[in-house]
């Protein structure tokens, strides 16, 4: 059974940045898409960014042009930096392993434990 651990969470001002990791066990995590959701209080889990395991990625629209996701596959681990962060990206953030994200979002089965990034001055 996969396990993700996120970490690179955080308070930062408006117009920061931050960059999560969330690093993978298992030795077969390249074969597997992997993404990034967030939730805020009081809000369903939204999609953020997805990777498939051929690098192609996709952006919810609120982050296109701020956020980024890459890969290491010699680590196992995924990242999502994030600039220009406003307070509304607000949320705890968490990494997903196994979804498809050539077409549209669908998360796989494995999630993290999330990790809060506040953005607040």
């Known amino acids: 059974q996969a396990q993700l651990v996120e970490s690179g969470g955080g308070l930062v001002q408006p117009g920061g940045s931050l960059r999560l990791s969330c690093a993978a066990s298992g030795s077969i995590f390249a074969i597997y898409a992997m993404g990034w959701y967030r939730q805020a209080p009081g809000k369903q889990r939204e999609p953020v960014a997805g990777i498939t395991s051929g690098g192609s990625t996709r952006y919810a629209d609120s982050v296109k042009g701020r956020f980024t996701i890459s890969r290491d596959n010699a680590k196992n681990t995924v990242y999502l930096q994030m600039n220009s962060l406003k307070p509304e990206d607000t949320a705890v953030y968490y990494c997903?392993?196994?979804?498809?994200?050539?077409?549209?979002?669908?998360?796989?089965?494995?999630w993290g434990q999330g990790t809060q990034v506040t953005v607040s001055s």
């Open positions: 997903n392993l196994g979804g498809a994200y050539s077409t549209s979002f669908r998360p796989g089965g494995y």
